[in-house]
């Protein structure tokens, strides 16, 4: 059940890219605090391309609200974190060709590049992090929904109403959130 969803969100949070010169901003600099806690552009760098840096603002706030909610529910979210790390794997060999290794490279490698470390530590810290984000999403989503049915028509239903969640989630926190970067 994490393994779809977890993919399903990752893939809508990575794909949402747009357009900035991210160089305006320093990393320590704040994009958005979220009832107090703030999200730095160096955590979003770390996360996603450069380009992507505005778009991905909100599906940050979004994520941290979420893990804001389940820590309130006092919800141990480690196993969900562990399989979500193991359904991304490691940083495939060279000598891997699949559509799936070229993916994870292609994101991967300029990333590393970025942060001046190596692709096989980059990923191994992207999946860390993002594992933890997406847990924290599933966690509260599924709390709230239920779990995902294991069919293949529930998949995209159950996707627009934790969308629909997670927005009227940070409409009902919407004083309580600021934005900083555009």
């Known amino acids: 059940m994490y393994k779809w969803f977890g993919c399903l969100m990752l893939s809508c949070l990575f794909f949402l890219s747009g357009c900035m010169s991210s ?4 990393d320590k600099d704040v ?3 979220v009832r107090g806690e703030k999200i730095t552009v160096g955590y979003l760098r770390f996360l996603y391309p450069d380009d992507a840096l505005t778009d991905m603002v909100e599906g940050a706030v979004k994520a941290k609200l979420a893990e804001q909610e389940v ?5 141990d979210i480690s196993k969900q974190v562990i399989d979500i790390k193991e359904s991304h794997g490691t940083y495939p060999p060279d000598e891997l060709k699949s559509a799936e290794a070229q993916s994870i490279r ?3 490698d300029p ?3 970025k942060l001046g470390i190596e692709p096989q530590e980059y ?5 860390e992090t993002s594992a933890k984000m997406v847990a924290y999403i599933n966690t509260y989503t599924s709390e709230i929904l239920g779990e995902l049915k294991d069919d293949e028509f529930g998949i995209e239903e159950y996707d627009h109403h934790a969308n629909e969640l997670l927005d009227d989630l940070v409409e009902q926190n919407k004083e309580a959130i600021e934005i900083r970067i555009k």
């Open 31 to 33: 994009a958005a605090v």
């Open 71 to 75: 820590k309130k529910m006092n919800i």
């Open 111 to 113: 990333q590393a590049a």
């Open 106 to 108: 292609t994101f991967a």
């Open 123 to 127: 990923y191994k810290k992207y999946t």
């Open 23 to 26: 160089t305006a901003y320093k």
